[in-house]
């Protein structure tokens, strides 16, 4: 097969989440594990780090990749979803794995895939390790799917789990309450391998704490040893002084990721970073002042409050979630603009109302869809967005959106894209105003 006939055969011959949703995920770990059987269990050839949560797990993820590259580690980085490139998903050191590789890989499996009919991430996750371990990786950072103790990833035997926070989303798999959802995420906690926490309420406290008891394990909140003493946001960045609260000391970090969220993220980074560096990895202070600044050159991460146009501004933000667009609000009080446009288009299976209450109601709207069976149809959106007071025009394709959105915006109007991960992959770039 050439590599777009690859390609094609995975996306459409195996059940894939962002396609149809629910009915694509497993809830057991049977084909994970036969398919990694098959591969000579290539998750127990590399050191990893795990990491889950509802928001901010794919952020950290780059973070902690960045970190481990700027020690000089040969570091591989297991994301999901993809934006533009299937590839994007598995990457040492930044790059990609090769078409190649994943040519070879899909080639060698495809009697076994006929035979147990394996979802697309449960095929994804065998190609990461198996590049992993090809490759010898000193260490791969991976980023649960969603969930965590049911989740393909959850297999490996990590260095260190991390768990960003617990919010409202994916409900229809992962329950109804923020227990629930804690318990799921949870499941990624090992014996005697430690876990860090981002953010907590006393409802998933409770959790946390009940079942790393259980599994005998250490449980450290970041937020009880580190807090953010103060902030700026400048040029398209942010620099933090964060406090260790066991020595007092106070320590700067520029952050290249500009999004005010990632003020939560930067404290369970750093906090990570701090656990593995006891244990004896090259991860200190001065490692992770030196790589926060470069994390977007280091391993390409995209769509976070990323800027990809100016005068008007051009913003992509995933978010997609209550706490997601809760967090673009947040931000949107920072930035100066005159005009606030947002190009948005969701899933079916999101919280839509509860998004469309929180959105700003100052905002000129525009309502679109991602390409993919999951999307809500823009005609639907924008309904369901009227009876909230958000108006705006319906759009076949989000390029079709921001092309009529710059050919009306000011120079100093601000124009954001967000609600649905399809969607923001979906921008062509760069772009022109005509």
Same mark, same amino acid.
């Given at each position: 097969?050439?590599?777009?006939?690859?390609?094609?055969?995975?996306?459409?011959?195996?059940?894939?989440?962002?396609?149809?949703?629910?009915?694509?995920?497993?809830?057991?770990?049977?084909?994970?594990?036969?398919?990694?059987?098959?591969?000579?269990?290539?998750?127990?050839?590399?050191?990893?780090?795990?990491?889950?949560?509802?928001?901010?797990?794919?952020?950290?993820?780059?973070?902690?990749?960045?970190?481990?590259?700027?020690?000089?580690?040969?570091?591989?980085?297991?994301?999901?979803?993809?934006?533009?490139?299937?590839?994007?998903?598995?990457?040492?050191?930044?790059?990609?794995?090769?078409?190649?590789?994943?040519?070879?890989?899909?080639?060698?499996?495809?009697?076994?895939?006929?035979?147990?009919?394996?979802?697309?991430?449960?095929?994804?996750?065998?190609?990461?390790?198996?590049?992993?371990?090809?490759?010898?990786?000193?260490?791969?950072?991976?980023?649960?799917?969603?969930?965590?103790r049911l989740d393909s990833t959850n297999i490996i035997h990590p260095e260190l789990s991390i768990i960003t926070n617990i919010g409202m989303d994916h409900m229809n798999m992962l329950g109804n309450t923020l227990s629930a959802i804690a318990g799921e995420k949870a499941g990624i906690m090992k014996m005697g391998i430690p876990c860090v926490i981002g953010e907590s309420v006393p409802e998933t406290k409770r959790?946390?704490?009940?079942?790393?008891?259980?599994?005998?394990?250490?449980?450290?909140?970041?937020?009880?040893?580190?807090?953010?003493?103060?902030?700026?946001?400048?040029?398209?960045?942010? +620099?933090? *002084?964060?406090?260790?609260? !066991? /020595? =007092?000391?106070?320590?700067?970090?520029?952050?290249?990721?500009?999004? $005010?969220? @990632?003020?939560?993220? +930067?404290? *369970?980074?750093?906090?990570? !970073? /701090? =656990?593995?560096?006891?244990?004896?990895?090259?991860?200190?202070?001065? $490692?992770? @002042?030196?790589?926060?600044?470069?994390?977007?050159?280091?391993?390409?991460?995209?769509?976070?409050?990323?800027?990809?146009?100016?005068?008007?501004?051009?913003?992509?933000?995933?978010?997609?979630?209550?706490?997601?667009?809760?967090?673009?609000?947040?931000?949107?009080?920072?930035?100066?603009?005159?005009?606030?446009?947002?190009?948005?288009?969701?899933?079916?299976?999101?919280?839509?109302?509860?998004?469309?209450?929180?959105?700003?109601?100052?905002?000129?709207?525009?309502?679109?869809?991602?390409?993919?069976?999951?999307?809500?149809?823009?005609?639907?959106?924008?309904?369901?967005?009227?009876?909230?007071?958000?108006?705006?025009?319906?759009?076949?394709?989000?390029?079709?959106?921001?092309?009529?959105?710059?050919?009306?915006?000011?120079?100093?109007?601000?124009?954001?894209?967000?609600?649905?991960?399809?969607?923001?992959?979906?921008?062509?770039?760069?772009?022109?105003?005509?």
């Amino acid at each position: 097969m050439t590599y777009a006939e690859t390609i094609d055969y995975l996306f459409t011959r195996l059940p894939m989440f962002s396609r149809i949703g629910a009915a694509a995920y497993k809830k057991d770990l049977t084909n994970t594990i036969r398919l990694c059987e098959a591969l000579g269990n290539p998750q127990y050839q590399f050191k990893s780090i795990h990491i889950a949560g509802t928001n901010g797990k794919g952020s950290v993820s780059h973070m902690m990749a960045a970190i481990f590259q700027t020690g000089g580690y040969k570091t591989g980085l297991y994301t999901s979803p993809h934006l533009k490139d299937f590839r994007e998903r598995i990457k040492i050191n930044g790059e990609m794995c090769s078409e190649a590789f994943v040519i070879r890989f899909t080639e060698k499996i495809q009697p076994l895939i006929e035979e147990i009919e394996p979802s697309f991430f449960e095929i994804t996750v065998a190609m990461a390790f198996s590049w992993f371990a090809e490759q010898k990786v000193d260490i791969a950072v991976i980023e649960v799917g969603l969930g965590g103790r049911l989740d393909s990833t959850n297999i490996i035997h990590p260095e260190l789990s991390i768990i960003t926070n617990i919010g409202m989303d994916h409900m229809n798999m992962l329950g109804n309450t923020l227990s629930a959802i804690a318990g799921e995420k949870a499941g990624i906690m090992k014996m005697g391998i430690p876990c860090v926490i981002g953010e907590s309420v006393p409802e998933t406290k409770r959790v946390f704490d009940h079942i790393a008891e259980k599994v005998q394990t250490a449980l450290i909140y970041a937020a009880e040893t580190k807090s953010i003493v103060n902030w700026t946001y400048e040029h398209h960045q942010l +620099i933090v *002084t964060m406090i260790d609260h !066991a /020595s =007092q000391e106070q320590r700067e970090y520029r952050l290249d990721l500009p999004g $005010i969220y @990632q003020l939560k993220n +930067i404290i *369970t980074v750093a906090e990570a !970073a /701090s =656990q593995l560096a006891s244990k004896g990895w090259n991860t200190g202070v001065h $490692i992770v @002042q030196n790589a926060l600044p470069q994390v977007k050159k280091l391993t390409g991460l995209h769509g976070r409050w990323e800027i990809i146009h100016e005068n008007p501004a051009v913003i992509l933000d995933v978010g997609h979630n209550e706490d997601g667009i809760k967090a673009i609000n947040q931000q949107l009080a920072y930035v100066p603009y005159e005009h606030l446009h947002i190009i948005i288009g969701m899933v079916k299976d999101k919280d839509i109302d509860t998004v469309l209450n929180i959105l700003p109601k100052n905002a000129h709207y525009h309502f679109t869809q991602a390409q993919i069976p999951r999307a809500l149809d823009a005609v639907s959106l924008q309904h369901q967005a009227n009876r909230v007071g958000l108006t705006g025009d319906c759009y076949a394709d989000v390029n079709a959106a921001l092309k009529q959105v710059l050919a009306i915006a000011d120079p100093k109007d601000l124009i954001l894209i967000c609600g649905s991960v399809f969607l923001v992959g979906e921008v062509m770039i760069p772009i022109a105003k005509d």
